[in-house]
């Protein structure tokens, strides 16, 4: 269409005509309306071509082209729509559609849709799609808008329909923006016999999916086939108002069967920002990779790559298997910030699925986990409907240059990093690794790795080269902290917590833990912190089999500069059930100090062999430049029960002190291994090796028994002085 004279000429290329329009004459306008058709569909070729300034098609206006019914042959090809416009393609109203298919029983591949314009508008219910009903391939999508794709209230769709045979067309995208919109749907879906198609988006500024729009490329109910990929590229990707991007394989549906294929990728590549955030009703904005039960085929994996990324307001990425097959991995790789406020990121093994959790890794400059916002990997326990899921957890890694923070956890809503095995569930959980400059736990934040099924539970490794620091609690009581536990009832180890840094502080009942209430070991603690172990306030480093647990409990590894036990801190490894309490060993460069007690609790470091509890205590032994135990602290391996002490073997370079009594406590500060009242066993040996040793003020070692049984030795050896003052 030409809005000033001008020669137009005439292409003829085989059987297809294309026009040429001269260069430098203004365009007119095409305008398909109120109800006005092209139908160029038959049994091969038919071409559709429009060219002009501005296209506008709407009003129930409709432009066809494809395989008719039951027409075509298997070398039969439709012809193309081709629609160039150098100012704006609109397609819109209800009824308005663009499409090109193989219809039902046609033969053939449909042709492709091919717009190039300034700029594309599709809204209020119009629909662009490319499908095949028949047998044969459906064809493509492309769009090139050098300003904006809008798409509002709308249907952009390629799809192989049920009872056909063939793939879906790609839809591709390439614009200077992207708006997807107002509960719009973008589906790449197969619901017969052939792959989905893909989805490329070439964006050269921000897409923006709202609307609780969908964004999907599905393997459904009664098909077999592949999921596409879904590739995102732009200067910025924002993802609001429970819009999702989907890619899943369907369960069994209105009698057709469980999908049959492997779920596509989600791949984006943002140069900024990645922003998900948001809930509309009870849907979250957000990523998801699922495979329903019964169905065949693995997940696709979700891969971010930005310049930073933010979860927030109850958005979430998840990637789940309910079926015989494992989950896809999530992977996030930002230059500079990952925040998640109140979001969270999940790899589940279902209740009833067969198959592996995907692992989820993170790599940035900096991370930021806060308000109640979660990452998670799990088998999933028995339901009312399923057993529990068998198989192994994904791994969580995070590997940041810059500081990690973990804070602000909501009363009764948790915040951190969690690994589990559900009830009934059969498998292992996944390892934990932090790889940081710094790691900051607050607010009741937690990393946690628990089973309540059968199986072990992954290992919790840090390693952060500057400080790791866990403090305080939410505004509920519950602590910061990060455990591995075996639950009642449940039946495995639980796995190893590793730290290592330059200096690590515990403070305000924050605490590490290692524990077994089922049937099964508790994992080793190690700590190496270079320069400093701080532990004040009632912080405690615990490695506990209890009442209902039976199994032997870790050992726990401390190498440091310096150790310092303050106001109730405690270093622990009880027993209250059936078992062995672990060895405790420290290894200080430098100063050993444990010093003072809050409330019921004295800061010590113990292996007791609690009432109630059946095996022995463990070991401790303490290698320091020096040791002050004072105000009511404590060294202790006792017996209240049915077993053993263990042995206290202390080696200071220069001087070990032992002074006071605990504030208005009666408590004296101690090194003691006992047999209680109600216990049947023999005390372990106290060995003590200084320079000097000083018992002051009421300083005590004690090797005594109450109960049955032997009670302890004590060999004290030292190059100088032995002082004893104030008892």
Do not use: C, H, M
């Not at 998801?288 to 169905?295: D, H």
């Not at 109640?372 to 990997?377: A, E, N, V």
């Amino acid at each position: 269409s030409l809005a000033a004279p001008g020669i137009v000429g005439l292409n003829i290329a085989g059987n297809s005509l294309s026009f040429n329009i001269p260069e430098g004459v203004e365009r007119g306008n095409i305008s398909i309306t109120n109800g006005a058709e092209i139908n160029v569909r038959g049994s091969g070729g038919g071409d559709i071509g429009f060219t002009g300034k501005d296209v506008n098609i709407s009003g129930a206006g409709i432009v066809r082209a494809g395989i008719d019914n039951k027409l075509g042959s298997p070398t039969t090809k439709s012809g193309d729509i081709q629609i160039n416009a150098t100012g704006t393609v609109t397609l819109t109203d209800e009824y308005s559609r663009i499409s090109n298919i193989v219809d039902e029983e046609a033969i053939g591949k449909s042709g492709n849709i091919n717009i190039t314009t300034g700029s594309l508008i599709i809204s209020k219910d119009a629909t662009l799609s490319v499908d095949t009903f028949g047998a044969g391939d459906a064809g493509n999508i492309s769009i090139l808008a050098a300003d904006k794709v809008l798409i509002s209230d709308a249907i952009v769709a390629s799809s192989v329909r049920q009872k056909a045979t063939g793939n879906g067309g790609n839809i591709n995208i390439i614009a200077n923006s992207l708006s997807i919109t107002d509960e719009s749907w973008f589906d790449t879906n197969t619901l017969g016999n052939g792959n989905a198609g893909n989805i490329l988006f070439k964006i050269n500024d921000a897409i923006s999916l709202s609307g609780y729009s969908d964004l999907t490329n599905n393997v459904e109910a009664g098909a077999t086939g592949n999921g596409g990929n879904i590739n995102i590229e732009a200067g910025s990707l924002s993802i609001t108002d429970g819009t999702q991007i989907q890619t899943l394989v369907r369960q069994n549906q209105n009698g057709l069967t469980p999908g049959k294929g492997n779920g596509g990728n989600v791949n984006i590549n943002v140069r900024g920002v990645v922003n998900i955030s948001g809930i509309r009703g009870q849907i979250p904005s957000g990523l998801r990779g699922t495979l329903n039960p019964g169905t065949e085929g693995n997940g696709g994996n979700i891969t971010i790559n930005s310049g930073s990324f933010y979860l927030t307001d109850k958005a979430v990425l998840t990637s789940s298997t309910f079926s015989k097959a494992n989950a896809g991995n999530i992977y996030i790789q930002v230059n500079d910030l990952v925040s998640f406020n109140n979001g969270s990121i999940s790899s589940n093994v279902g209740d009833g699925a067969i198959g592996s959790g995907g692992n989820i890794n993170i790599k940035a400059g900096s991370f930021s986990l806060v308000n109640s916002s979660i990452i998670s990997t799990s088998v999933i326990g028995t339901t009312a409907d399923f057993s529990g899921g068998r198989g192994n957890g994904g791994d969580i890694n995070i590997d940041v240059s810059g500081k990690v923070t973990f804070a602000q956890a909501q009363p009764k809503f948790s915040n951190g990093i969690f690994t589990e095995v559900g009830a009934g569930a059969f498998g292992n959980g996944g390892n934990v690794t932090i790889n940081a400059g710094s790691l900051e736990v607050t607010g009741g934040s937690e990393i946690q790795g628990s089973v309540r099924g059968k199986g072990n539970s992954g290992t919790i490794t840090i390693n952060a080269r500057d400080t790791v620091r866990f403090d305080g609690s939410d505004g509920g009581g519950f602590p910061t902290r990060a455990i591995n536990s075996i639950q009642s009832g449940a039946e495995g180890n639980a796995g190893d917590i590793i730290i290592t840094t330059e200096s690590l502080f515990l403070a305000n009942r924050a605490f590490l833990s290692s524990s077994s209430d089922g049937k099964g070991n508790t994992g080793n603690i190690n700590i190496n912190a270079r320069n400093i172990i701080s532990l004040d306030g009632v912080a405690q480093i615990t490695n506990n089999v209890f009442k209902t647990g039976e199994g032997k409990a870790g050992n726990t590894f401390i190498q440091t500069g310096s150790l310092s036990l303050t106001n109730g801190s405690q270093i622990s490894a009880d027993v209250s059930g059936k078992g062995e309490g672990g060895n405790i060993n420290i290894d200080a460069r430098d100063a050993v100090k444990l010093d003072g007690i809050v409330g019921t609790f004295n800061s010590s470091i113990q292996s007791v062999l609690i009432t109630g509890g059946e095996g022995k205590a463990g070991n401790i032994d303490i290698n320091a430049g020096s040791l002050s135990v004072s105000n009511g602290a404590g060294i202790a391996t006792n017996s209240d029960s049915k077993g053993d002490t263990g042995n206290i073997t202390i080696n200071a370079r220069e001087t070990v002190g032992i002074e006071g009594f605990g504030g208005d406590s009666s408590l004296s500060s101690r090194v003691t291994s006992s047999i209680g009242e109600q216990a049947v066993g023999n005390g372990g040996n106290i060995r003590i090796s200084a320079r000097a040793l000083a018992l002051k003020n009421g300083g005590r070692i004690d090797g005594n028994t109450i109960g049955q049984g032997k009670g302890s030795n004590i060999f004290v050896n030292t190059s100088d002085t032995v002082t004893i003052d104030g008892a």
